[in-house]
């Protein structure tokens, strides 16, 4: 209980006005209404008055929350050493142990270059005045993944339209490229799941591909490097399967800064965080990635814009209030489940 209370706690600052708005702005979109968005970009713009920009003399860092938060502050200490030499600013790191305490520790001017997951980025953008500039990528541009649908080649589906009437295995209800993003994207193909086409749900992403290689179901919407894994381990044999949609591609975590840095300083973190090369690590950890590739919200966030506007999601205060609650209820059962674990060995 103590657990969930902290964590309600934490964002029920943002259930209230704003006490700073920006003053004199011409264009809000959605943001919340401290920030400003003139120039349309989809996030909050640099103050116009410069007394309201900041320059701290030591920049908080930190990256989207895990069960083991030492494990990404020591891969990233390489990283900060980068930004601290770049930015001439102490950089340290701030542990934070759930998304609503991340968007926060934002709004409130307590962090100020961050990582946030990708469905996350959306509530920083909106309510913290966060700037997503760049994602985990290689040379060749951001790493991500896409929906795609797959079925057997000799199936005789050729186009989404054929799977109409078919069995077509859904991974989970809480899945985002098993469940939600088909729900939210298929039906510009002129396709409704559970209405054109009879959704069963295979558990995972796996199970959802074995169960189309082995004639189970008809077609599945899984995630493309699942996938891919699959077919490079030998697990499935590419030649029988074939791909007939593909979505844009989801970007992952988000790397920005808060919008009301010195616009000196935000030029430096830009730098700082496109010049620099990962480690050995740094690599392993994020699956080949090299370094941070370019993005912007208003254009690589746009699919999962998308799919959260289609599935109900709200970038807004009360989003954020039942994100807070769905976070304070994940911690409880965990404790719940290491308590009993506990329990069980004495």
């Known amino acids: 209980m103590k657990i969930c209370v902290k964590g309600l706690l934490i964002v029920s600052s943002l259930l209230f006005p704003s006490i700073t708005m920006a003053s004199e702005c011409a264009s809000r979109g959605v943001l919340d209404d401290r920030y400003c968005d003139e120039n349309m970009d989809l996030v909050a713009d640099t103050p116009k008055d410069p007394s309201d920009w900041s320059d701290p003399s030591t920049l908080v860092f930190t990256y989207t929350p895990v069960e083991d938060p030492a494990l990404y502050k020591d891969a990233f200490a390489d990283f900060q050493a980068h930004l601290s030499k770049i930015t001439g600013k102490r950089v340290i790191y701030y542990t ?28 920083a953008v909106n309510l913290a005045g966060y700037v997503p500039i760049a994602v985990k990528g290689d040379e060749k541009g951001f790493h991500g993944y896409n929906l795609i649908t797959i079925v057997r080649k000799d199936s005789g589906i050729n186009s ?9 295995a859904h991974t989970s209800a809480s899945s985002n490229s098993g469940n939600l993003a088909p729900r939210a994207l298929f039906p510009a193909e002129g396709l409704v799941p559970d209405v054109d086409y009879k959704v069963f749900y295979s558990g995972k992403h796996d199970q959802s591909i074995l169960g189309v290689f082995n004639g189970d179901y008809d077609a599945a919407p899984v995630a493309s490097d699942v996938y891919d894994r699959m077919v490079d381990a030998g697990r499935v044999d590419g030649s029988v399967l074939k791909i007939i949609y593909r979505s844009p591609r989801f970007p992952t975590s988000a790397f920005g800064y808060a919008h009301n840095l010195k616009p000196e300083l935000a030029k430096k973190i830009q730098e700082a ?16 990635a090299d370094r941070f590739a370019p993005i912007t919200y208003k254009e690589e966030w746009g699919v999962i814009r998308d799919i959260a506007h289609a599935t109900g999601t709200a970038y807004t205060k009360t989003g954020l209030k039942k994100l807070a609650e769905k976070d304070a209820a994940k911690r409880a059962k965990k404790k719940a489940a290491a308590l009993a674990k506990l329990a069980k060995t004495q």
């Not at 968007?103 to 996350?120: D, K, N, W």
């Open 96 to 123: 934070v142990h759930s998304n609503s305490a991340q968007v926060e520790a934002m709004r409130s001017g307590r962090l100020h270059v961050a990582g946030f997951s990708t469905g996350p980025t959306g509530y």
């Open 273 to 288: 965080f496109y010049s620099y090369r990962f480690t050995d690590e740094m690599r392993a950890s994020f699956k080949g």
């Open 160 to 168: 989404m339209a054929d799977l109409k009437g078919k069995k077509v």
